[in-house]
């Protein structure tokens, strides 16, 4: 049992350029979810998934896309990436919703010049 | 503004000796409250959560959080600390059972 798996581990990408985060679970959890966390502001959520094909806003949505074709998978797209989503992302999963225990992955970190 | 406030950034503990981290939160009914735990290059583990009921909770690894309603509260405490407790701690808040808020965090030391 992997849990949450995550990668890259380390990403550079330039201004401009896009990029997709994987995020993958083999615990058969209906429930999954992005945070970004930076420096002195705690984690962010960025978007969650109910299940297959059903995806919501968090927080700080803006310049993330997702979509969750398969209850394994749930990637996170930065279309035109941005200095100021430099960070770390954490993707998560849950039997039953945010109430419910959250399983982490070991965070992808992003670095954009 | 609706928030969740960790005042103590970081606070520095003898292995052995009790510790209280604190949280506040300014939501207007009692939301659902967690606290998660980060250890150094990892991602985040629950500790203990809190939805009604009872107002201490127990949590795994020996920690335990007392949920006050009159002071908007719900701090984390351990009565011995040991090295291995070194880590950043999250308290975080779910208002409306579909959006999830994080704390900034405090960072533990354990001095030997």
């Known amino acids: 049992n992997a849990g949450v798996t995550q990668t890259p581990k380390f990403q550079v990408l330039k201004t401009g350029q896009s990029m997709t985060l994987q995020c993958a679970q083999d615990m058969n959890h209906e429930y999954m979810s992005w945070y970004r966390q930076d420096p002195g502001m705690g984690l962010r959520l960025i978007h969650y998934?109910?299940?297959?094909?059903?995806?919501d806003q968090g927080e700080v949505p803006n310049g993330y896309n997702v979509s969750r074709s398969t209850t394994e998978d749930f990637p996170l797209r930065l279309l035109s990436a941005a200095p100021s989503q430099t960070s770390v992302y954490f993707c998560a999963s849950s039997p039953g919703g945010l109430t419910d225990t959250q399983y982490f992955g070991p965070g992808t970190r992003l670095t954009v010049l | 503004a609706q928030s969740v406030t960790q005042p103590d950034i970081h606070i520095t503990v003898s292995e052995g000796a009790s510790l209280e981290l604190r949280c506040n939160y300014s939501?207007?009914?009692?939301?659902?409250l967690f606290w998660y735990v980060q250890s150094p290059g990892q991602g985040l583990q629950l500790l203990l959560k809190y939805f009604s009921g009872d107002t201490l909770v127990q949590g795994i690894k020996g920690f335990e959080a007392e949920f006050k309603r009159s002071q908007s509260s719900f701090n984390l405490r351990k009565p011995s600390v040991h090295w291995s407790d070194a880590a950043e701690y999250f308290c975080a808040v779910d208002p409306t059972g579909n959006q999830f808020y994080f704390g900034t965090g405090t960072s533990l030391t354990v001095i030997p």
């Open positions: 998934s109910v299940g297959a094909g059903i995806t």
């Open positions: 939501y207007g009914a009692t939301p659902y």
